[in-house]
Structures are given as C-alpha cells and as structure tokens.
C-alpha cells in the first residue's frame, strides 16, 4: 500500500464543479482586485468565527506582519514567540522592526508554555504571539491573564488552527488580532498563497486593511506607510467554495485523529496530548520518537509517507544567530524538533489506510 502524506484529491473532486464556477465567474466579472467576492469572504469568515471584522490580506505571514504594525509594534520592542513554530512567526516579528523573545513550549502538547512567559517580559516586551501548532488551540485563559497583567498586545498566529475551539471559542478570537494562512495545504486552503486577519475592533481593522492598501484609505491618500498585501478576488471565490466544508473536514480529521490516538499502542512512539476544554483541527498529527530518522525510513520501506515539522528550531536557523541564542538554550523546543514525525492526516483517509497506518507504526521495532 502507497499513502500519501497529504492529497488534495477527495477534497476538490467533492467541490470541483464549484472551484470551476466561481473561476469562470470571476474571469467574466472583469473585477480582480477587492471586488465581491472578497467581501463576500471576509463577511462569511467572520460570520464563521462569531467575530467583527475580517480583511483579506497576501499571505499568513503578512496577516502577523500588518497586526504588528498596526498596534504600533515596531524598532525597540520585544515580542514573545514559541521556540518551536515555522519560522514565519519569527520573520513577522522582524519585518515590523521588532525583536523575536522565544520561550520553551510544553512537551506534551508542543504548543507555547504559559508558565514560562513571565520571566521573559521586559520593560521593551509589548506583544505575544501564541501559535495554535498543529491544529491544537494554545492556552489562551493563561495567556490573556498574563497579557492583561502586563497591558501587552496578544497577535494569535493561526495559521493551521481554522475552526479550532478552545473553550467554546474559535481559535484566532481571543486576542488583538487573529492571522490566518490560506496557503493551500491548509484545513481551509485556496488554490495559491492568500491569508487574512481578524479583530474585534474595528479601529483596527480599519488600519490594517489600510496598511496592507499601500497605507490607504482613500486613493491617493496615503495615511500609513504601507504595503501591497490584498486578498486576491479569485482566490476569494474559492474560499467562498470551500469554506462552507470546512466543519465536514475537520471532523474527519478529528475522526482520524481519535483513531491514532486510540490504536496506536506502540512504547516507542509517544503521541500528542489534548488538553480539556480543546477541540483541535489536526492541521498535523504529529508524533513523537527518539529514532525519528530511523522510524521515518522504516514507514517510507512501507508505503507510508511522513513530514516533519520542524526540523530547526527557530534560535537555531542560520537567520537568526543574531538573537544571541545557542544550542541547548532551548533543550524542549530542540527535542520536539529532534524527535517529530508526522503521521498522513487528510480527508479522504480511508479506513484500510488508517488500518494500515496503525499496524505498520504498532509494529515497529516489537519483537526485538
């Protein structure tokens, strides 16, 4: 048996007629840039997240970038990032001329550690970025508690958490701002990069739509000194299409998910922790082994593709020797990054696919 680690196919066969219509519709509406489409979009993101305002933007990347500039973040700040996340969380940080302050995530659930953020704020420090890895809500009471205590911005990085809950709220509605990816292999993917911020406060919103419109409100009025970052209108239609699945597929993934939480039975392989009160998307499921690399190839010998996710932590990448940090500064965030693998997880997963994919990780290295 041959399972990829991700296929698109049972996806879009299910909405293909729909991808066609809503590209055939744009083309003939002549309209490319900031038309219906896109309002319609961000109208229904936000109505999906019971959230007031959604603004369209280029990518993930740029949706943390133009929060962060919007609250003002910028030369001689500080902000507090996991260790362990892709390194656009880190990037975001830098392009708004601040300075990334990484913290040790929790082992079990790989995601930023409450506990540990307060011994990092300093008089510069003015935001957190929690990131919802994997799919997995971050702690967001402790985290708002701390935020508030401290009067700091709070940007949610929820690139791969769309429709994620965490006590009863969507992930990316608890802080400042909420930035999402619409990078294809996303739970909500379109067909190219996109992505989008959302707020609660419309003021807000109003200077990053602004922001990302060249600093403009009106035309040729330029109040920010902003940057060209707009949903396009073709991408839009077709998160338009996908979004009403949304739901569908991520119980699926959550389907998937309890199955390898609940079959998987193997002491070499330590599997993720779901904390109370979570409802995660399973973007990645992602487990843990001290033979990563051996485990890989053995699955690869079987059929069985995988990724890793991340193999560098962030104070460990080239880019980033500036921030002063070494190996071993940062021994858990290192350890996921040594010890992560990630198990096929996309809708369309057949049982005999799962079936096999438990079987074959149950039997690794038993019997030795």
Same mark, same amino acid.
């Given at each position: 048996?041959?399972?990829?680690?991700?296929?698109?196919?049972?996806?879009?066969?299910?909405?293909?007629?729909?991808?066609?219509?809503?590209?055939?519709?744009?083309?003939?509406?002549?309209?490319?840039?900031?038309?219906?489409?896109?309002?319609?979009?961000?109208?229904?993101?936000?109505?999906?997240?019971?959230?007031?305002?959604?603004?369209?933007?280029?990518?993930?990347?740029?949706?943390?970038?133009?929060?962060?500039?919007?609250?003002?973040?910028?030369?001689?700040?500080?902000?507090?990032?996991?260790?362990?996340?892709?390194?656009?969380?880190?990037?975001?940080?830098?392009?708004?001329? $601040?300075?990334?302050?990484?913290?040790? &995530?929790? @082992? #079990? %659930?790989? =995601?930023?550690?409450?506990?540990? *953020?307060?011994?990092?704020?300093?008089?510069?420090?003015?935001?957190?970025?929690?990131?919802?890895?994997?799919?997995?809500?971050?702690?967001?009471?402790?985290?708002?508690?701390?935020?508030?205590?401290?009067?700091?911005?709070?940007?949610?990085?929820?690139?791969?958490?769309?429709?994620?809950?965490?006590?009863?709220?969507?992930?990316?509605?608890?802080?400042?701002?909420?930035?999402?990816?619409?990078?294809?292999?996303?739970?909500?993917?379109?067909?190219?990069?996109?992505?989008?911020?959302?707020?609660?406060?419309?003021?807000?919103?109003?200077?990053?739509?602004?922001?990302?419109?060249?600093?403009?409100?009106?035309?040729?009025?330029?109040?920010?000194?902003?940057?060209?970052?707009?949903?396009?209108?073709?991408?839009? $239609?077709?998160?338009?299409?996908?979004? &009403?699945? @949304? #739901? %569908?597929? =991520?119980?699926?993934?959550?389907? *998937?998910?309890?199955?390898?939480?609940?079959?998987?039975?193997?002491?070499?392989?330590?599997?993720?922790?779901?904390?109370?009160?979570?409802?995660?998307?399973?973007?990645?499921?992602?487990?843990?082994?001290?033979?990563?690399?051996?485990?890989?190839?053995?699955?690869?010998?079987?059929?069985?593709?995988?990724?890793?996710?991340?193999?560098?932590?962030?104070?460990?990448?080239?880019?980033?020797?500036?921030?002063?940090?070494?190996?071993?500064?940062?021994?858990?965030?290192?350890?996921?990054?040594?010890?992560?693998?990630?198990?096929?997880?996309?809708?369309?997963?057949?049982?005999?696919?799962?079936?096999?994919?438990?079987?074959?990780?149950?039997?690794?290295?038993?019997?030795?």
């Amino acid at each position: 048996m041959n399972i990829p680690f991700v296929d698109f196919n049972s996806m879009h066969a299910q909405i293909a007629n729909g991808l066609y219509d809503a590209s055939s519709s744009v083309i003939n509406s002549n309209w490319f840039i900031q038309g219906s489409e896109v309002s319609s979009f961000e109208q229904a993101f936000s109505n999906y997240l019971s959230i007031h305002n959604c603004i369209g933007c280029g990518n993930g990347l740029d949706a943390l970038v133009l929060s962060l500039k919007a609250l003002g973040i910028g030369q001689g700040d500080e902000v507090i990032l996991p260790a362990n996340t892709f390194i656009a969380t880190a990037l975001a940080v830098t392009y708004a001329g $601040a300075t990334p302050v990484l913290v040790e &995530p929790r @082992l #079990d %659930t790989y =995601n930023i550690d409450p506990s540990k *953020i307060e011994e990092v704020i300093t008089p510069k420090t003015k935001a957190i970025i929690p990131v919802h890895l994997y799919g997995q809500p971050a702690e967001m009471d402790s985290i708002m508690k701390i935020a508030n205590e401290h009067d700091l911005h709070v940007i949610e990085d929820t690139a791969q958490a769309h429709g994620a809950i965490y006590h009863g709220k969507r992930a990316g509605t608890f802080g400042n701002t909420g930035a999402f990816s619409f990078y294809p292999g996303k739970n909500l993917g379109a067909l190219g990069d996109c992505g989008a911020v959302v707020t609660n406060d419309p003021e807000l919103a109003d200077t990053i739509r602004a922001m990302g419109n060249y600093g403009s409100k009106k035309k040729y009025v330029h109040e920010f000194k902003g940057q060209n970052s707009r949903l396009d209108e073709i991408q839009a $239609a077709f998160l338009n299409v996908k979004l &009403p699945y @949304l #739901d %569908t597929w =991520n119980q699926e993934r959550r389907r *998937i998910a309890s199955r390898y939480l609940n079959e998987i039975k193997n002491p070499h392989i330590i599997l993720p922790t779901v904390i109370d009160g979570v409802e995660p998307v399973w973007h990645i499921f992602a487990v843990r082994t001290k033979e990563r690399d051996d485990f890989q190839q053995y699955l690869e010998e079987k059929g069985i593709h995988t990724g890793i996710h991340y193999p560098t932590p962030i104070h460990l990448h080239e880019a980033y020797r500036d921030l002063g940090y070494k190996k071993g500064d940062f021994p858990i965030a290192e350890e996921i990054s040594d010890t992560e693998l990630s198990l096929p997880m996309f809708y369309g997963l057949s049982d005999e696919q799962i079936d096999y994919v438990v079987k074959v990780v149950n039997e690794y290295k038993q019997g030795e």
